[in-house]
């Protein structure tokens, strides 16, 4: 075949680079709410305000501002369902829409180990972080960044943060739920405090669980023997700046990416320079 031939007669193919994996700006979720919501969004109402009819979508709402969801917009789609949280009646699809910027958020982030007792099943809580954080909206995306920084900002020490999709046992990670406070109306446990159950229970609200995470110390040797789950090495851990760290040797990951596209939160195409590399 004639080389320069075929390099004349066809379109250059698109160049690929590569691009530290990071948590995206923005964020599109797709989410069912009451119809009922439609005349507010529709009206640019502030879901916050004490016009909102919170009976309705309280726990919907609630939910998405704890995982960064500033902006919500109606798409015009709808569904017949029989039942919506004891609501009858049609529901609306919504698309929600993460966005950043330099608006100040106040956030409480707050670690939680738990320890159940056999065969009683009793559960002992016990804090491991409790802070309160003054951040750009930007910074707050995503839960798993959040938590990086909030330990940063509270002991100085860096972690990996990333959702516990599986058993952890044997891996060099530590096992802990994430809450977010949106409220600000409770004031962090002091530390003396984050043994006392009764203190705990007072200051946990279960609507402020997010996830079970996992924290991972960067300087954490991890080698082929490691016993280590395989949803660990493929989960996207992330450091307090939103950067995909690999797991196994903590190097920033790269994502592929053309000019023309932007790689997801979690594109399968993120790799470590290092230990992804093809031999």
Known sequence: MDLDAARDGAPAAPKRRTTPATAPDTETRIV?????????????DDPESPDWPVELCDEELR???????????????????QEYRGIAGTLRAYEALRTGGDDPVTRTVTLVRERTQLPAGDVTRRIALDI?????????????????????????????????????AGAPVEPVWLHIDIDGTAAPLPP????????IAARLDSRNCIDRIVLKD???????????????????????????????C????????????????????????????KQ
């Open 218 to 248: 960067p300087q954490a040797p991890v080698g082929r023997r490691t016993a280590t789950p395989p949803w660990c090495r493929q989960a996207p851990f992330y450091d307090h700046e939103g950067r995909v760290r690999c797991f196994a």
């Open 32 to 44: 069912w709410l009451p119809d009922e919501w439609a005349v507010y969004i529709a009206n640019g």
């Open 63 to 81: 939910r998405l501002r704890l995982e960064g969801f500033d902006t919500v917009t109606c798409t015009g789609e709808t569904r017949e369902l």
């Open 132 to 168: 309160e954080l003054t951040l750009t909206r930007s910074e707050s995306q995503p839960a798993e960044r959040l938590a990086a920084r909030a330990v940063l900002e509270e002991t100085g020490l860096e972690r990996r943060v990333a959702r516990a999709w599986g058993n952890a």
């Open 192 to 199: 003396d405090a984050w043994t006392d159950q009764d203190a």
């Open 250 to 277: 903590d190097g920033i990951k790269h994502a592929l990416a053309d000019g023309s596209r932007r790689p997801s939160r979690t594109s399968p195409l993120a790799q470590c320079p290092s230990c992804d590399r």
